[in-house]
């Protein structure tokens, strides 16, 4: 594809087929992937690839401590605080398109904690990335993490593939 093709094609997909993605795939993205610039290229990111067994323990781990309700309070970065207009009108829009579309109405709690828990078995993908950076790095590295995936996901896209970036 051309590049304007990549970026306009890339979506954030909720829903992968189980097909296989083969590890060499994975490393050629990943490859061309940490070409992104980074603030004096520390590059600070680290990327945990996990598929099969893997996956499929650390998705029914990560699931069942969900159900515990954990405070998120002990976040190691800084959370939203209050959302103000006009990122509270976007958010809610995008919410009600997104959850309509599957027939989740507005204040159905348990609906929503089960689609919401969806993030967290990669909505079906058969390959899980998982960023992370030392916890001792500023904002800064949040941006330079942030190009890494963004240049990671059109790489996937123009090689067929898509993503969904969370950060659930």
């Known amino acids: 594809m051309e ?12 829903a992968f087929r189980s097909d296989p993605v083969p590890p060499e795939t994975i490393r050629a993205l990943l490859d061309i992937a940490r070409r992104a610039p980074s603030g004096t290229n520390i590059q600070p990111w680290k990327v945990h690839v996990v598929a099969g067994a893997t996956r499929a323990r650390l998705e029914r781990e ?3 401590h969900r159900e515990t309700r954990p405070a998120d309070g002990v976040a190691e970065f800084p959370r939203m605080g209050k959302r103000k207009e006009p990122y509270l009108s976007r958010m809610r829009a995008l919410g009600k398109d997104m959850y309509g579309r599957i027939g989740i109405p507005r204040g159905d709690e348990a609906a929503s904690w089960r ?13 899980g990335l998982i960023f992370t950076i030392d916890k001792d790095l500023d904002a800064m590295s949040y941006a330079d993490v942030g190009m890494f995936m963004q240049t990671l996901m059109l790489a ?7 993503t969904c970036a969370q950060g659930a």
Do not use: K
């Open 3 to 14: 590049f304007e093709e990549v970026v306009r094609a890339r979506r954030s997909v909720r």
């Open 62 to 64: 990560v699931l069942a």
């Open 115 to 127: 689609q919401w828990g969806r993030n967290y078995s990669f909505f079906d993908a058969p390959v």
């Open 156 to 162: 996937a896209r123009d090689r067929g593939l898509d």
